[in-house]
């Protein structure tokens, strides 16, 4: 039981949760020219290539520190806290007196909607509604702000899997960067500009909201990397 338990959590954990984030993620990277070149730039030194005697290519990106690159964080990180939903759930065990008024009785829920954390103006600013690619890279939180982002829950249930769920993500981040080129399909009379795809909020179970619109693009190997083979080391 114990094991089909943790099954169907992973499960949606890996499908609701980390591919929605990596979309965002990747999307806010490509579609950004500035914040993509400093991708690149950030990302290119894991990257080594070697011609083995056989003529053949071997590309290989370290991700042993990927966590570290602060441009590439700070992209994931403002994915979860924009696109964040879902709420954090916790049962009261004892009757508790919030800020001298508020009673929460014993037994009782109480839900707290991530939104209302990560679109608060006093922790995050004034551009609080707008997309920052930086937010995350201008140092260590503090104040209010410090306890504001709820991009993998908190406390006791503070997510087990967010350092592997991370990896994962920089990594196929850095791997789309450095070998290909990704351009919007030319679609109608928009042509190949980038169209936001809307977010879905529809699903409250969801702790991060899936594009509403299919995104279609070209996916181009870079000129220098259409040979060879690649991996990462970990």
């Known amino acids: ?4 338990r943790l099954d169907a959590v992973g499960g949606h954990a890996i499908l609701a949760n980390t591919l929605p984030t990596a979309f965002w993620t990747l999307y806010h990277i490509l579609s950004d020219p500035a914040i993509l070149q400093e991708v ?3 990302v290119e030194p894991l990257l080594s290539s070697n011609k083995s005697a056989d003529g053949s290519w071997k590309h290989e990106i370290d991700i042993s520190k990927i966590r570290e690159v602060p441009i590439l964080k700070s992209v994931l990180y ?4 924009y696109y964040g939903s879902g709420t954090g759930t916790r049962m009261v065990v004892e009757d508790t007196l919030l800020d001298k008024q508020y009673m929460l009785k014993k037994g009782a829920f109480v839900f707290m909607p ?16 707008a997309f920052n690619a930086h937010r995350f890279s201008t140092g260590k939180p503090s104040g209010e702000r410090a306890g504001a982002f709820r991009g993998f829950g908190g406390g006791a249930n503070l997510c ?16 789309m960067v450095l070998r290909f080129d990704v351009r919007p399909s030319a679609v ?12 879905d909020g529809s699903n409250m179970s969801l702790l991060v909201n899936p594009p509403t619109r299919k995104l279609s693009v070209d996916v181009v190997e870079r000129q220098g990397r259409e040979a060879g083979a690649w991996s ?3």
Do not use: Q, T
């Not at 039981?1 to 089909?4: L, N």
């Not at 991530?114 to 509604?129: I, K, P, Q, T």
């Not at 109608?188 to 977010?199: C, D, E, N, S």
């Open 1 to 4: 039981m114990d094991k089909a």
């Open 40 to 42: 690149r730039d950030a």
């Open 188 to 199: 109608g009379k928009a042509g190949r500009k980038w169209l936001h795809p809307g977010a």
């Open 232 to 234: 990462f080391r970990l």
């Open 114 to 129: 991530n939104r209302l954390y990560h679109f608060n103006s006093n922790a995050w600013g004034g551009d609080v509604d």
């Open 78 to 81: 403002e994915a979860l806290r």
């Open 160 to 175: 087990p899997g967010r350092l592997f769920a991370m990896n994962e993500i920089l990594a196929f981040c850095a791997m």
